[in-house]
């Protein structure tokens, strides 16, 4: 899918605008957006992949570091950021603490390397909403977020 920008909040999906508050849009179908943070293109394209396909959610957005995750946020408000904890220039908790400030109620879910049970709990009390295993089956990660996301 190819996003281009347009001015102010439109945002162009293929041919199609969409006009996105909170991960609501304008146009039919577009009710739950999910933010993909992570600086490794394929793993952006596999979660991309499984939020679209069998998610529930109607729009994904990649964003390859922290800078354009702000970005992102402040334009189109999504419903869910799923972010990787080991980013260059701006980790996944520094990212976390920028995209809590800008909307505090945003549900966020971290990806790590490993099962760190000292990780989770920085996480946790950072405001992090879950944190999964890049390891563990992405199945829990997906289901997680439609509960959150109160996708039935």
């Known amino acids: 899918m190819a996003i281009g920008w347009g001015t102010g909040n439109k945002i162009w999906e293929g041919s199609r605008l969409v006009n996105s508050h909170r991960g609501i849009s304008t146009t039919e179908g577009y ?3 999910v933010l993909i943070v992570n ?3 394929s793993f952006r394209k596999l979660l991309y992949t499984l939020f679209k396909n069998g998610g529930g959610f109607h ?3 990649e964003a390859r570091n922290g800078v354009e995750a702000i970005a992102k946020t402040k334009q189109l408000l999504p419903c869910l950021a799923i972010l990787d904890s080991s980013m260059p220039e701006m980790n ?3 990212l976390a603490r920028e995209l809590k400030a800008i909307s505090p109620e945003l549900p966020i879910f971290m990806m790590t390397d490993e ?3 000292e ?3 920085e996480a946790l009390s950072g405001g992090i909403t879950a944190v999964f295993s890049k390891l563990d ?3 829990s990660l997906v289901a997680n977020a439609r ?3 109160g996708i039935e």
Do not use: I, T
């Open 39 to 41: 600086h490794d293109r």
């Open 59 to 61: 729009s994904c957005v």
């Open 31 to 33: 009710k739950y957006m």
């Open 137 to 139: 089956d992405l199945s």
């Open 92 to 94: 996944g908790f520094e």
């Open 115 to 117: 099962n760190d049970l």
């Open 147 to 149: 509960a959150v996301c």
């Open 119 to 121: 990780v989770e709990k």
